[in-house]
């Protein structure tokens, strides 16, 4: 597939632009020339701190090129601002699983009822809370007592509890003790030299204040604040105590289109605030210059049709922006981050050779952490029979969530490896036995130990389908699957192939993170459940990134929006310019209510926007040539097609203010084949010919057997007739769960043939005085076909939609036997026959053909009747409604002659005629099988049994006093010689009512 944006840009309009100094550049000139030039080395003393580690190596890559040839230099001290501030406070930030566990351990000592599996849903939340208070300074025992009382008037209910009711006490309890819960944390972790991560932001700026108050320590480094943007209290109170004793510069990158004091652009709201309050000059903040204003870019709005063309279309412009501007600097910017394989896959090896992956993949983006949630699916969606549900590991498993994981690609991968060991023949094609024999035996629900004798108890079916009770079985399941794939990498190590090397990644990865949960649980009572391990074991997958290695400083850098703080590009890819991506949508990550953080001034989705929207135009500021994509209204998986709110400002605010700015809105298009394709009369069918083979294949197919079903399919859809009888296609077979509309009516015909059954083997009549004893035996009859008990296959349950299935068949039934008794002339019944199997060979003269063609006709009857005249009468059940007037091919009023409903007969591909045609056939080979005169079969139709036996009228085959076998052959004649003729093609058919349920749709594209 190959996308293309039209109208192409043109040279002039893309004329390079002399590109401005990257922000970072101009900071390390401006630092040398200061600090680096005079007899003191003062540049080596200093501390500079950048918003990322991005960005930090990027500005010792530019004082190192703003050097002279050769020139030594003693760097001053670069770092992150969240490496900075952790080391400032003297602390190791802790894991958050072993956080959570500290936690737990607290709020037990607290509430001994806490229940552990409740406990894992908000732990990370109310961790996350904590955090934020204390980066941001927040007087924690205001926001809790404010908290505790809201939450209190949000509980209280006098006119359900009475004032002193302990049930309301508890009911608002937790928000009272987390004050407590809070303070005894944070001792804890202080205590061991351990914080999480906003502790360690509120413990630096103590240490600081403590510093600059002791007469006795040493003045601080000098400190250079660069890049940064919005800062929280804790930032915000360090750099202001740094500021206040002469020890800090602040460079802000910044551009007046948002800095503007009435500018109502969001992206400024922080700066403007420091701007305000710090009095400082405004060339900290950029000095006032116009880059988005005041210089040329060329930007290109470019629309998708799907979120998947995103990683292919941005391998193109990567290539087009390689082969233009080789010199250029080029960042393909993932606000969505799922999208990096598939923009990793979508590169062009030729054109960008080298890149760097600045962003890590998320563990939960892979393929294994698929194959880890199929497995949990498995043991989740089961049942446990014959105890309550707990939660746990369960005995019996969902036939789907089975086969689902044993088709994961990874398990295909070891399956592969698997046949390939010849001493081990036992266990080739072992999962494709497993998903064959599932369907063989209708296996709905599968209890785990027949799962490992389906298996023959490999210990990769061991360890996929053993049951779970708690964390203990499935850490011992994990480290199996991983030794078992582990073999797979290892026996391919000397393949250079990408894939295996990153699903070695994956392996190691999921290893690294089994172990850490092990390592933590291990000592612990308290044994987790399958879905409480599951949750700490995704929260640590959602933070896990596989990392990528390349060249920190190439050209081509694949990145997240947060990761371009501070940095500059000559060329701008931003992928995923929707709303509810860019910015991402308005979520409130926290257990506190949007009153509460707003009153502490803890930070919102508001303030999360802002940031957003600062990174996005900071970004833009250098850029010369910027390419937004996003996707089209109406694309499946998008919760909206609307485009992104910075779109509009850029089209509706910014276009308006700079003349040199020119933008381009495309659609991106999906290139087709330029060569148009011959059609012929059918146009746009699938046609083919009657040759020589393929009239040699439709009369083996008629001399075999056709039965009245199959001829219905040559008349309604050739095409149909085709693919099942020549062709011979077969839909897969498949676990029914719950009955179709065929397995329903098979159900029925059983149950009445048993019913039926012994009067036949007795040659006995049925009398009215049999009906009470057949009603009493209908209900077990019906559950008997319903369950299809048999010795392999599993017995259909009867339960659910089943059951409400079974009831009514059972109602069927019985209606059924009890019209017997109430329409005249019916009882009693001798039964010829049931399940009769009826058959005829008419004898077709082929044109060009030595010798006639033998076409044999075959069914089975339901039931055959012998009336008392001795005449023979075949009786079709219906399960469906069929009504009196739809058995009449002649009508009622406008009555058709008798040729104009033998061409109906014929021709007609109608719900009516088809069931008159297959009375019709009956009948015949009812004539040719018993050798005996035949009256017109009978339609029993199950839905409209007050109605009684509903007859086709053929008399219009007789009318002149024919034999009815006699013309009944010469008209079957005219079918076949229509099936074999050479000069109508096997097509499909025009009436697309008919296509709804055919299974060979999906050939056709129907």
Same mark, same amino acid.
């Given at each position: 597939?190959?996308?293309?944006?039209?109208?192409?840009?043109?040279?002039?309009?893309?004329?390079?632009?002399?590109?401005?100094?990257?922000?970072?550049?101009?900071?390390?000139?401006?630092?040398?020339?200061?600090?680096?030039?005079?007899?003191?080395?003062?540049?080596?003393?200093?501390?500079?701190?950048?918003?990322?580690?991005?960005?930090?190596? +990027?500005?010792?890559?530019?004082?190192?090129?703003?050097?002279?040839?050769?020139?030594?230099?003693?760097?001053?001290?670069?770092?992150?601002?969240?490496?900075?501030?952790?080391?400032?406070?003297?602390?190791?930030?802790?894991?958050?699983?072993?956080?959570?566990?500290?936690?737990?351990?607290?709020?037990?000592?607290?509430?001994?009822?806490?229940?552990?599996?409740?406990?894992?849903?908000?732990?990370?939340?109310?961790?996350?809370?904590?955090?934020?208070?204390?980066?941001?300074?927040?007087?924690?025992?205001?926001?809790?007592?404010?908290?505790?009382?809201?939450?209190?008037?949000?509980?209280?209910?006098?006119?359900?509890?009475?004032?002193?009711?302990?049930?309301?006490?508890?009911?608002?309890?937790?928000?009272?003790? $987390?004050?407590?819960?809070?303070?005894?944390?944070?001792?804890?972790?202080?205590?061991?030299?351990?914080?999480?991560?906003?502790?360690?932001?509120?413990?630096?700026?103590?240490? $600081?204040?403590?510093?600059?108050?002791?007469?006795?320590?040493?003045?601080?480094?000098?400190?250079?604040?660069?890049?940064?943007?919005?800062?929280?209290?804790?930032?915000?109170?360090?750099?202001?105590?740094?500021?206040?004793?002469?020890?800090?510069?602040?460079?802000?990158?910044?551009?007046?289109?948002?800095?503007?004091?009435?500018?109502?652009?969001?992206?400024?709201?922080?700066?403007?605030?420091?701007?305000?309050?710090?009095?400082?000059?405004?060339?900290?903040?950029?000095?006032?210059?116009?880059?988005?204003?005041?210089?040329?870019?060329?930007?290109?709005?470019?629309?998708?049709?799907?979120?998947?063309?995103?990683?292919?279309?941005?391998?193109?412009?990567?290539?087009?922006?390689?082969?233009?501007?080789?010199?250029?600097?080029?960042?393909?910017?993932?606000?969505?981050?799922?999208?990096?394989?598939?923009?990793?896959?979508?590169?062009?090896?030729?054109?960008?050779?080298?890149?760097?992956?600045?962003?890590?993949?998320?563990?939960?983006?892979?393929?294994?952490?698929?194959?880890?949630?199929?497995?949990?699916?498995?043991?989740?969606?089961?049942?446990?029979?014959?105890?309550?549900?707990?939660?746990?590991?369960?005995?019996?498993?969902?036939?789907?969530?089975?086969?689902?994981?044993?088709?994961?690609?990874?398990?295909?991968?070891?399956?592969?490896?698997?046949?390939?060991?010849?001493?081990?023949?036992?266990?080739?094609?072992?999962?494709?036995?497993?998903?064959?024999?599932?369907?063989?035996?209708?296996?709905?629900? $599968? *209890?785990?130990?027949?799962?490992?004798?389906?298996?023959?108890?490999?210990?990769?079916?061991?360890?996929?389908?053993?049951?779970?009770?708690?964390?203990?079985?499935?850490?011992?399941?994990?480290?199996?699957?991983?030794?078992?794939?582990?073999?797979?990498?290892?026996?391919?190590?000397?393949?250079?192939?990408?894939?295996?090397?990153?699903?070695?990644?994956?392996?190691?990865?999921?290893?690294?993170?089994?172990?850490?949960?092990?390592?933590?649980?291990?000592?612990?009572?308290?044994?987790?459940?399958?879905?409480?391990?599951?949750?700490?074991? +995704?929260?640590?997958?959602?933070?896990?990134?596989?990392?990528?290695?390349?060249?920190?400083?190439?050209?081509?850098?694949?990145?997240?929006?947060?990761?371009?703080?501070?940095?500059?590009?000559?060329?701008?890819?931003?992928?995923?310019?929707?709303?509810?991506?860019?910015?991402?949508?308005?979520?409130?990550?926290?257990?506190?209510?949007?009153?509460?953080?707003?009153?502490?001034?803890?930070?919102?989705?508001?303030?999360?926007?802002?940031?957003?929207? +600062?990174?996005?135009?900071?970004?833009?500021?250098?850029?010369?040539?910027?390419?937004?994509?996003?996707?089209?209204?109406?694309?499946?998986?998008?919760?909206?097609?609307?485009?992104?709110?910075?779109?509009?400002?850029?089209?509706?605010?910014?276009?308006?203010?700079? *003349?040199?700015?020119?933008?381009?809105?495309?659609?991106?298009?999906?290139?087709? *084949?330029?060569?148009?394709?011959?059609?012929?009369?059918?146009?746009?069918?699938?046609?083919?010919?009657?040759?020589?083979?393929?009239?040699?294949?439709?009369?083996?197919?008629?001399?075999?057997?056709?039965?009245?079903?199959?001829?219905?399919?040559?008349?309604?859809?050739?095409?149909?007739?085709?693919?099942?009888?020549?062709?011979?296609?077969?839909?897969?077979?498949?676990?029914?769960?719950?009955?179709?509309?065929?397995?329903?009516?098979?159900?029925?015909?059983?149950?009445?043939?048993?019913?039926?059954?012994?009067?036949?083997?007795?040659?006995?009549?049925?009398?009215?005085?049999?009906?009470?004893?057949?009603?009493?035996?209908?209900?077990?009859?019906?559950?008997?076909?319903?369950?299809?008990?048999?010795?392999?296959?599993?017995?259909?349950?009867?339960?659910?939609?089943?059951?409400?299935?079974?009831?009514?068949?059972?109602?069927?039934?019985?209606?059924?036997?009890?019209?017997?008794?109430?329409?005249?002339?019916?009882?009693?019944?001798?039964?010829?026959?049931?399940?009769?199997?009826?058959?005829?060979?008419?004898?077709?003269?082929?044109?060009?053909?030595?010798?006639?063609?033998?076409?044999?006709?075959?069914?089975?009857?339901?039931?055959?009747?012998?009336?008392?005249?001795?005449?023979?009468?075949?009786?079709?059940?219906?399960?469906?409604?069929?009504?009196?007037?739809?058995?009449?091919?002649?009508? +009622?009023?406008?009555?058709?002659?008798?040729?104009?409903?033998?061409?109906?007969?014929?021709?007609?591909?109608?719900?009516?005629?088809? /069931?008159?045609?297959?009375?019709?056939?009956?009948?015949?080979?009812?004539?040719?099988?018993?050798?005996?005169?035949?009256?017109?079969?009978?339609?029993?139709?199950?839905?409209?049994?007050?109605?009684?036996?509903?007859?086709?009228?053929?008399?219009? $085959?007789?009318?002149?006093?024919?034999?009815?076998?006699?013309?009944?052959?010469?008209?079957?004649?005219?079918?076949?010689?229509?099936?074999?003729?050479?000069?109508?093609?096997?097509?499909?058919?025009?009436?697309?009512? /008919?296509?709804?349920?055919?299974?060979?749709?999906?050939?056709?594209?129907?």
């Amino acid at each position: 597939m190959s996308a293309h944006a039209t109208p192409a840009l043109s040279p002039a309009t893309a004329a390079a632009q002399a590109a401005p100094v990257s922000f970072l550049a101009g900071v390390a000139r401006d630092l040398l020339d200061r600090y680096g030039s005079g007899p003191l080395d003062e540049l080596s003393d200093l501390v500079v701190i950048v918003p990322t580690r991005r960005a930090v190596v +990027y500005l010792k890559n530019e004082l190192a090129m703003n050097l002279p040839m050769g020139a030594p230099l003693w760097a001053p001290r670069v770092a992150a601002m969240e490496d900075y501030m952790v080391e400032l406070a003297g602390v190791q930030v802790e894991e958050p699983i072993a956080l959570q566990l500290l936690l737990y351990d607290i709020l037990k000592g607290i509430d001994t009822k806490l229940d552990f599996d409740q406990f894992v849903g908000w732990a990370g939340l109310l961790l996350s809370d904590f955090s934020n208070l204390d980066q941001n300074l927040a007087d924690t025992h205001a926001v809790f007592e404010y908290l505790s009382e809201a939450k209190a008037l949000e509980r209280w209910d006098l006119a359900e509890l009475p004032p002193k009711s302990q049930a309301a006490a508890h009911s608002f309890g937790f928000w009272n003790q $987390l004050e407590r819960v809070y303070h005894q944390l944070k001792k804890r972790m202080l205590a061991n030299h351990l914080a999480y991560p906003g502790l360690a932001y509120r413990r630096a700026v103590e240490k $600081l204040e403590k510093t600059l108050k002791d007469p006795a320590a040493s003045a601080p480094a000098m400190h250079v604040f660069v890049g940064l943007g919005n800062l929280s209290a804790s930032e915000e109170k360090l750099i202001r105590l740094l500021l206040n004793v002469g020890r800090a510069e602040i460079r802000f990158d910044a551009d007046p289109f948002y800095l503007e004091k009435d500018s109502p652009n969001r992206a400024g709201q922080h700066l403007r605030r420091y701007f305000e309050r710090w009095k400082l000059p405004l060339d900290n903040f950029g000095g006032g210059v116009e880059y988005l204003r005041g210089r040329p870019h060329h930007v290109r709005y470019l629309g998708v049709a799907n979120p998947s063309m995103q990683g292919k279309l941005a391998g193109q412009l990567l290539a087009e922006a390689r082969q233009r501007y080789p010199d250029a600097t080029v960042a393909v910017v993932l606000p969505d981050e799922t999208l990096l394989l598939p923009v990793l896959h979508g590169l062009p090896p030729d054109e960008v050779p080298d890149y760097n992956v600045t962003m890590g993949l998320s563990f939960q983006a892979t393929p294994l952490f698929n194959l880890v949630d199929l497995l949990f699916e498995v043991h989740l969606t089961g049942i446990r029979e014959g105890s309550q549900e707990t939660g746990y590991g369960v005995p019996r498993y969902h036939h789907l969530a089975v086969t689902k994981l044993l088709s994961h690609p990874f398990l295909r991968r070891y399956q592969n490896w698997q046949d390939q060991q010849a001493d081990q023949p036992q266990y080739h094609n072992i999962l494709d036995q497993i998903c064959r024999e599932i369907v063989r035996v209708n296996a709905v629900l $599968l *209890p785990a130990e027949e799962l490992l004798k389906m298996g023959a108890h490999h210990p990769l079916i061991e360890a996929l389908f053993k049951t779970w009770d708690n964390c203990d079985d499935i850490i011992r399941a994990c480290h199996t699957l991983i030794d078992l794939l582990r073999q797979v990498y290892s026996a391919e190590v000397a393949d250079s192939d990408r894939e295996t090397s990153i699903g070695a990644e994956y392996l190691y990865l999921f290893y690294t993170l089994v172990k850490q949960l092990d390592s933590a649980f291990d000592c612990r009572e308290q044994r987790l459940s399958v879905r409480s391990f599951r949750r700490f074991l +995704y929260e640590q997958m959602g933070r896990t990134r596989l990392p990528f290695s390349g060249e920190p400083l190439a050209d081509v850098q694949v990145m997240g929006l947060l990761e371009t703080r501070a940095l500059d590009f000559d060329h701008l890819i931003i992928l995923s310019c929707n709303e509810g991506v860019l910015p991402a949508p308005k979520r409130q990550q926290s257990l506190f209510p949007y009153d509460v953080l707003t009153t502490a001034g803890l930070p919102t989705y508001a303030d999360a926007e802002a940031i957003t929207a +600062y990174n996005f135009w900071r970004l833009l500021q250098r850029a010369q040539r910027v390419d937004l994509v996003h996707v089209l209204p109406g694309a499946e998986g998008m919760k909206s097609g609307e485009r992104s709110r910075f779109l509009l400002q850029l089209q509706n605010d910014l276009l308006p203010q700079n *003349p040199q700015l020119t933008l381009e809105d495309l659609t991106v298009s999906v290139a087709g *084949p330029e060569v148009e394709v011959g059609v012929d009369n059918y146009e746009g069918d699938l046609i083919l010919e009657k040759d020589p083979e393929m009239l040699a294949a439709l009369r083996g197919v008629l001399e075999r057997n056709i039965s009245p079903s199959r001829l219905n399919d040559f008349l309604a859809c050739s095409l149909r007739f085709y693919f099942s009888k020549v062709a011979r296609f077969h839909e897969n077979d498949a676990v029914e769960e719950t009955l179709e509309a065929s397995s329903f009516g098979t159900m029925v015909h059983e149950a009445l043939e048993n019913l039926m059954l012994p009067f036949e083997q007795d040659a006995r009549s049925i009398t009215a005085e049999d009906i009470p004893e057949l009603v009493r035996q209908a209900p077990a009859e019906v559950q008997r076909a319903l369950r299809q008990e048999e010795t392999e296959k599993h017995a259909r349950a009867d339960e659910g939609l089943n059951h409400v299935y079974g009831q009514v068949a059972t109602r069927l039934v019985v209606r059924l036997l009890e019209s017997l008794t109430e329409q005249p002339g019916l009882l009693p019944i001798r039964l010829f026959g049931l399940e009769k199997e009826l058959a005829a060979t008419v004898f077709v003269d082929v044109p060009g053909q030595p010798e006639p063609l033998a076409v044999r006709l075959f069914g089975y009857a339901d039931r055959v009747d012998e009336l008392p005249d001795g005449r023979l009468r075949v009786v079709d059940y219906k399960s469906g409604l069929v009504k009196r007037s739809d058995l009449q091919l002649r009508g +009622y009023r406008d009555k058709l002659t008798p040729a104009e409903a033998v061409d109906r007969l014929l021709h007609e591909a109608s719900s009516s005629v088809d /069931k008159v045609r297959q009375l019709w056939l009956y009948r015949l080979m009812l004539a040719h099988t018993a050798k005996r005169e035949t009256a017109e079969t009978a339609i029993l139709s199950l839905r409209n049994i007050d109605e009684g036996l509903l007859s086709a009228d053929l008399s219009f $085959l007789t009318e002149g006093g024919e034999d009815f076998v006699a013309v009944s052959e010469e008209l079957v004649r005219k079918i076949v010689l229509r099936i074999l003729d050479p000069t109508e093609p096997i097509r499909k058919t025009d009436d697309f009512t /008919k296509c709804e349920y055919c299974p060979y749709k999906g050939i056709c594209a129907r």
